[in-house]
C-alpha cells in the first residue's frame, strides 16, 4: 500500500510540480508535429530546440529528417521517457533535464513550441535578447501575443526573429 502512496505521491509532483514554471504534459498530435517540422523548414545538420520537449517524440522525427535536436525538459519522468524514445537517434539529440527558463539556450535554427499562453510573452522576450543568428519559431496551438506569424497551418503558428 505504502508503495503506491508514494507512486502517486511522486508522479503528482512529477506532472503537477511543472505547472508552476510551464505548460503541463500534453503530447502535440502527430500530423501538428510533422506540420511544424515542415513550416520550420530545416536542413540537415541544422539544430532544433525544443524547450518542454515531453516525450521527445519532435526530437526523433527531426533526428530522422537529419537535423540535430536539443530538447530541454522538467518533468524527470518525460526525460527519461524521451531518453528512451530517441535512444536510437542519440547521436543526433541531446536531452538536459531541466527547467527551460533557467538552462543556457543552445544557438539554433529552429525552435518548436508548444507552452501555454501565459508563458508566450515570457517566450517572447526571451527570443529579443543574446541571440547571435535569426530563427524560426514554430508554436502548437498558442500564437505569440503581438507577433504576426509569417505562416499559419493546422493551428502551428510560424514565426521569425531576425
Ligand atoms: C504541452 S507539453 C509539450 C510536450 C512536447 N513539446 C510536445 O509538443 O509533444 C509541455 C512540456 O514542457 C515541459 N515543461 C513545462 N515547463 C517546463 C520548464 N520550465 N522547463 C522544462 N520543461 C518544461 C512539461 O513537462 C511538458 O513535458
Redesign the pocket.
Known sequence: MIYIYLAVVLLTVCFCG?LL????????LEKQ?KTALDLLDLKKGQTLL??????G??LKLAAKRGINAVG????PI?YLVSLLVTFRYRKKIKIVW????KVDWPEADGI?L??ITRYMPKFDEKMKTGRKKPVKVAS?AFPIPGKKPVKEKDGVFLYEYR
Not at 514554471?21 to 502535440?28: D, E, I, K, M, N
Not at 530541454?72 to 518533468?75: D, K, P, R, S
Not at 531541466?98 to 527558463?101: A, C, Q, T
Request: glycine fraction near 12%; avoid cysteine; aromatic fraction near 22%.
Open positions: 511543472v514554471f510551464g505548460a503541463p504534459y500534453l503530447p502535440t508535429r525544443e524547450p518542454g520537449s515531453g516525450d517524440r519532435i530541454i525538459e522538467l518533468n518525460m531541466g527547467d527551460f527558463w518548436f508548444f507552452l502548437f
